[in-house]
């Protein structure tokens, strides 16, 4: 429920208030603009499990296409990120086909405008933190390696209030090419912790108080190490080791903590690489600060299909006495006991090796019998 009716607007950006204190941003204007100019590359029924950035997209037509309407799109859907961050992949790896557009650049342009008309009705909405007390920020940073054409990496994190509240994202081409995962990973961290020391230092300049160090999360494990202390992989990274050593003096200072975090949880993963639709969807309403049952086509929290939403859990259920076997597993391990079997001699009885048996089906977790 509204609390107000009244709805500001700001450069065509419409800003509500809701009764718990919330902002959702929307563009409604924009959006449908987009769509009507549109219509004609939309399919007839509003199909489900659509993702604005296909990952599965086959090149068909690299015929050069008409760059000035390439460009009229591409700027439209630029100015929609202002309330609609879950297209920023989509958009910035579109961008960088700006200078020479083909075709199937153009398609793929279009898919992101079919994402949009399927979820028409999301926006980003902004939650304020918790009146009179410190503001409590939370960052999720990721990088894809080697994502272009060109050899080079894409960059995505984001700043919010809290869980689930997010206010600030970026999604873009790394300048330069990075020699490995790790690097990627620091030159995002990197321009993440940039950001990040402008905002602490206009909550200083204001007199905001704010909850320090800042939590970052990042799924490196080399990254995180990093931060910490020069591990013997220093040896290794000597070309970026200013970029890790401008982070770790933050660090040092106590005004950001780089802590890890399981891939399949890192939020960020949605500003950096394509994504099949159940990912994308579980991350992306994350991003929009929404609930699962707000997304259109998403599976309720309570489903079966919205269980395989949740972060991955061990596929062997609690109770259960007993694992079940790799029968893959066994017959490798026997096949490679039997090779060595005969330059064991009597060594091979003292050692206490003994037969293994091989079952002729794999086993099957309780409850499948």
Known sequence: ???????????????????????????TELL?????????????????????????????????????????????????????????TAVSFASTKASNPTHDDYLAALDIVKYLWQTKDLGLIIHPGEPHEPLNLKCYVEASFLSHD?????????????????FYSKSTKQQLVATSSTHAEVKALYQLVVDLIFIINLCDEIESSINLPVVIFEDNNPTVQFSGSLSSRVKRSKHFLMLVNFIRQYVTLGLIEVQKVASEDNIADVLTKPLAWKDFSRKARRLLGLLLSDIPGAPSEG???????????????????????????????????????????????EVGIVAIHIPQKPFLRPGRQ
Do not use: C
């Open 1 to 27: 429920m509204l609390k107000s009716q009244l709805t500001d607007r700001l450069q065509g950006l419409n800003i509500t208030t809701t009764e718990d204190g919330s902002f959702p941003l929307t563009q």
């Open 32 to 88: 449908n603009s987009i769509v009507t100019e549109f219509e004609e590359f939309l399919p007839k029924s509003n199909s489900r499990n659509r993702v604005p950035l296909n990952p599965n997209r086959q090149s068909s037509n690299s015929d050069p296409f008409d760059r000035k309407q390439y460009l009229h799109l591409l700027g439209m859907l630029n100015y929609l990120l202002r309330s609609r961050p879950d297209i920023a």
């Open 150 to 166: 060109d050899s080079r990496g894409h960059t995505g994190y984001f700043i919010g209030i809290g869980d689930l509240r997010a």
């Open 303 to 349: 489903s079966s299909q919205g269980d395989s939403l949740a972060p991955k859990q061990k596929r062997w259920r609690k109770g259960a006495t007993k694992k079940p076997t790799n029968t893959n597993v066994l017959a490798n391990i026997a096949h490679r006991y039997n090779a060595i079997r005969p330059l064991l001699g009597s060594q091979g009885r």
